[in-house]
């Protein structure tokens, strides 16, 4: 349940980590499979840790032009995104 009153990462955090994750999959998944379209479309390759971070260079341009709090919330989402493509990364090595 949404509460009018949790922060902007309180938000991000919650639909990151809630049931929203699974309509696209794993976040780790979901960046590859972008990584994936993007080596297609630029001939250049992206790790998923990147995909999150041009996400987020896409709502800082958005806020730039014109402030919206999705922006802000999608920033901080992605921000976790990119933090739990590395942890996925990090146990793989473990």
Request: with cysteine.
């Amino acid at each position: 349940m949404k509460n009018p009153n949790e922060s902007i990462c309180e938000k991000a955090n919650r639909l990151v980590s809630g049931e929203r994750q699974w309509s696209y999959d794993h976040p780790k998944n979901n960046c590859e499979r972008i990584a994936k379209i993007w080596e297609v479309i630029t001939g250049k390759s992206f790790s998923p840790r990147e995909v999150a971070l041009c996400m987020i260079g896409l709502k800082l341009a958005r806020e730039a032009y014109h402030h919206s709090e999705d922006n802000l919330v999608d920033i901080a989402g992605y921000a976790q995104v990119a933090q739990m493509t590395m942890e996925t990364l990090n146990d793989s090595y473990e």
